[in-house]
């Protein structure tokens, strides 16, 4: 069955779009077919797979303009340098105009229901499908948690982020009690892990006593090739597939897909 | 004339609460009466200066349940090491609960309105008001933009935050026309430089071509000492006083006050 992960954190600024982008095309590299999907208006994922923001995507999708498969933008050569058989990865791309959806779906009795309502015909034709959420808890996020069936954290190594976390947990489970009952797995990953700080360690461990059995061995360093990938419309693992950011995004893709959905 | 500061960013994790603790500070510190208002779900800004998240504060005062200044709290003693005659900083905090205002003023004709009428009858008593808005162009940073008559737009630099000025230019131009004509001024500063990257210095750069009429002179650099200090709850003027940071803080503090609202 497809795997679908919310990829969400209300703290802004914490690897989200990074994480959706790299984890994407790691999955796709171990020969999944994977789709990203943009519910940001800042369309960071879309310009971050070198994509423009004027295309049919995620808004039409949500206001049922368009048929989500009529909105897929192959990105694997963005993505990767070698494609394995059988992988690949598409982009359900933003636009700006995703900014009105919260308001325009106000009123709408199935406001959080529309992506997963809209993915419905084309889903199991991927192995993996990553959403990649705004910063805040509102109708585009919830339409992301309400379609998925796992939910990614991604948790940057500071001290703000970690105070996040209850607020995030709270959220996730009153999601599951009223809107979601098959969202059934949270995995935290640490995020802009820097060695020479002891913040971060602090943080680390923190949240290794408190959450043990959600976070994810995987801590992704800081590293500046990730910041500058974006600017290139790559991922990671096409922008510095041997660099210390591709090789740390690599093995979170081992470990999310061994973890598996019993995880 | 009391000038009203909106520090906001739909991009996450730019410095916005960073800036409000320590901007607010290095103000109090050369004299002035500041109120700093944390208007964010998050609660960050109050959790940043040592304030627990379970008081009478901006939700209340949006909903109309509480005089606004009823809600402030006396944060000097977080902010300062030593205070001058005259200066202080005064904190109205927030809460989980404003989390739910956006759903809960949405048919509200002045829904955008409330905070600046809520400050109506206390603004005058400081010198300066600094507003941190969440990562969102939403109910609450409309409030935010609407009681202000300044806008101070911190830039991280990366390549994403840079591509997310455009929007936020955008949304400032039509506040500006519908809601706010008293909004005059946009200050965008320049966070999180390091230096040791070329990224850094090829965001800035871009910045200062395309907005040089905007750009603060006034740089701030990445700084671990900034990311612990909120875990002790107090500004960096108090935590770290002598480091870059703090400097960096008090430098612009300056450079605010001599732009003045005519800047
Ligand atoms: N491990 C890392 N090392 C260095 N820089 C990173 C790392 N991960 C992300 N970044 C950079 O940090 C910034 C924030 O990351 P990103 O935009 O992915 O976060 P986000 O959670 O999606 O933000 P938002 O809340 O605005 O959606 C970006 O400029 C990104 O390029
Ligand atoms: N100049 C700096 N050097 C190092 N760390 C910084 C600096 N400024 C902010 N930080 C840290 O970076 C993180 C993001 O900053 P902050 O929370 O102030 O951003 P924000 O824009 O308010 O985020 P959000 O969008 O979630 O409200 C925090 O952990 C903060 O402590
Ligand atoms: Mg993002
Ligand atoms: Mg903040």
Do not use: W
């Given at each position: 069955?497809?795997?679908?992960?919310?990829?969400a954190?209300?703290?802004?600024g914490?690897?989200k779009t990074?994480?959706?982008?790299?984890?994407?095309?790691?999955?796709?590299?171990?020969g999944?077919?994977?789709?990203?999907?943009?519910?940001?208006?800042?369309?960071?994922?879309?310009?971050?797979?070198?994509?423009?923001?004027?295309?049919?995507?995620?808004?039409d999708?949500?206001?049922?303009?368009?048929?989500?498969?009529?909105?897929?933008?192959d990105?694997?050569?963005?993505?990767?340098r070698?494609?394995?058989?059988?992988?690949s990865?598409?982009?359900?791309?933003?636009?700006?105009?995703?900014?009105?959806?919260?308001?325009?779906?106000?009123?709408?009795?199935?406001?959080?229901?529309?992506?997963?309502?809209?993915?419905?015909?084309?889903?199991?034709r991927f192995?993996?499908v990553?959403?990649?959420?705004?910063?805040?808890?509102?109708?585009?996020?919830?339409?992301?948690?309400?379609?998925?069936?796992?939910?990614?954290?991604?948790?940057?190594?500071?001290?703000?982020?970690?105070?996040?976390?209850?607020?995030?947990?709270?959220?996730?489970?009153?999601?599951?009690?009223?809107?979601?009952?098959?969202?059934?797995?949270?995995h935290?990953?640490?995020?802009?892990?820097?060695?020479?700080?002891?913040?971060?360690?602090?943080v680390?461990?923190?949240?290794?006593?408190?959450?043990?059995?959600?976070?994810?061995?995987?801590?992704?360093?800081?590293?500046?090739?990730?910041?500058e990938?974006?600017?290139?419309?790559?991922?990671?693992?096409?922008?510095?597939?041997?660099?210390?950011?591709?090789?740390?995004?690599?093995?979170?893709?081992?470990?999310?897909?061994?973890?598996?959905?019993a995880?």
């Amino acid at each position: 069955a497809t795997r679908v992960i919310a990829v969400a954190n209300q703290k802004g600024g914490v690897g989200k779009t990074t994480t959706v982008a790299a984890l994407g095309a790691a999955l796709a590299a171990r020969g999944h077919r994977v789709l990203v999907v943009d519910a940001d208006p800042q369309a960071n994922l879309t310009s971050s797979l070198g994509v423009t923001k004027d295309r049919l995507g995620t808004y039409d999708v949500l206001m049922r303009a368009a048929a989500a498969a009529s909105t897929f933008i192959d990105v694997t050569s963005a993505a990767l340098r070698v494609v394995p058989d059988g992988g690949s990865i598409h982009l359900m791309p933003a636009s700006p105009d995703l900014a009105g959806a919260e308001v325009e779906l106000a009123t709408a009795h199935d406001r959080t229901a529309r992506l997963r309502e809209g993915l419905r015909d084309d889903v199991h034709r991927f192995g993996y499908v990553l959403v990649d959420c705004p910063p805040s808890l509102g109708t585009l996020t919830l339409n992301g948690l309400v379609a998925a069936t796992e939910v990614l954290a991604p948790v940057q190594c500071e001290y703000l982020a970690l105070e996040g976390l209850t607020q995030l947990l709270g959220t996730l489970r009153r999601v599951r009690e009223r809107l979601n009952p098959g969202l059934a797995h949270l995995h935290l990953a640490m995020t802009m892990f820097d060695a020479r700080t002891g913040l971060a360690q602090g943080v680390v461990e923190e949240v290794r006593t408190h959450f043990a059995d959600l976070i994810l061995r995987t801590t992704i360093p800081r590293t500046v090739r990730l910041a500058e990938a974006p600017s290139h419309g790559q991922s990671i693992l096409r922008y510095d597939p041997a660099g210390r950011g591709a090789e740390a995004y690599r093995t979170m893709a081992a470990e999310i897909e061994a973890r598996g959905v019993a995880g």
